[in-house]
């Protein structure tokens, strides 16, 4: 399915800022580690830039919503069971300057990463303790290392090393990359069990029942994605 579902992503027909399948990848992944459980109507809007897909027909919504579901639910699965397994064709290349390039697969993951966590930056300032700021910080500049040259120069500048240059970091993200997901998914995870039963974090952006649902599926949001929480 993750063919059909990367044809459907790259079609002309899809509103432009659509995600790519390793963005949704490393976008799906930041979800799946929040603080605190999301529902399907909250990040799916954000895999089409907020825009309707324009599915052909409701079985093809039907389809790749449940697409996008199967996706988010094991990476759900990998961050409960702390299990991560960092997706095999989002890998960096070993020339660690070659994942720079705009194609390049883990730049993707990397942008779409960074773009879930940013989503969700007030979610996790709003649980995280202060003991473990240091290590989220890193693991964060690891995983949206490669999202862009610029930020990853922005990053050597803070290192405040003479001797790091982008080259040096590039190669040892590359090393490290697989460990910091890993780190970063416990993290959400150590989050959730440390504070237990709370209550929820509300966002301002909110959808009524009788709304339609924003996965596009045409249908009112208590008829779709409302009642799958998981």
């Known amino acids: 399915m993750n063919a059909e579902l990367a044809q459907f992503l790259a079609a002309d027909e899809r509103p432009e800022g659509t995600m790519n399948l390793a963005e949704l990848h490393g976008f799906l992944f ?36 449940m697409a996008l579901m199967e996706i988010y639910n ?11 397994e960092f997706p ?31 989503w969700l930056s007030e979610l996790w300032d709003a649980y995280i303790p202060n ?47 697989d460990k910091a997901a890993k780190s970063y998914a416990n993290l959400g995870r150590a989050i959730q069990i440390a504070l237990g039963p709370r209550t929820p974090f509300v966002r301002e952006t909110k959808v009524g029942r009788n709304d339609p649902c924003p996965c596009g599926s045409g249908k009112k949001y208590k008829q779709c994605c409302m009642n799958r929480a998981d």
């Open 131 to 177: 003991e473990i700021d240091e290590e989220l910080g890193s693991c964060f500049i690891v995983l949206s290392f490669f999202a862009e040259r610029k930020l990853a120069e922005e990053y050597c500048a803070e290192a405040g090393d003479k001797g790091v240059t982008i080259e040096t970091m590039a190669e040892s993200v590359v090393d490290s990359i």
């Open 30 to 65: 930041s979800a799946a580690c929040s603080p605190e459980p999301l529902k399907p109507s909250e990040w799916l809007p954000l895999v089409f830039n907020g825009e309707v897909p324009d599915y052909s027909s409701q079985e093809e919504a039907e389809k790749i919503t």
């Open 74 to 84: 094991e990476l759900n699965r990998q961050e409960q069971e702390q299990q991560f």
């Open 88 to 118: 095999k064709f989002c890998l960096p290349a070993n020339d660690a300057m070659e994942n720079f390039a705009d194609d390049a697969p883990v730049a993707n993951w990397s942008r779409g990463f960074l773009l879930g966590h940013e």
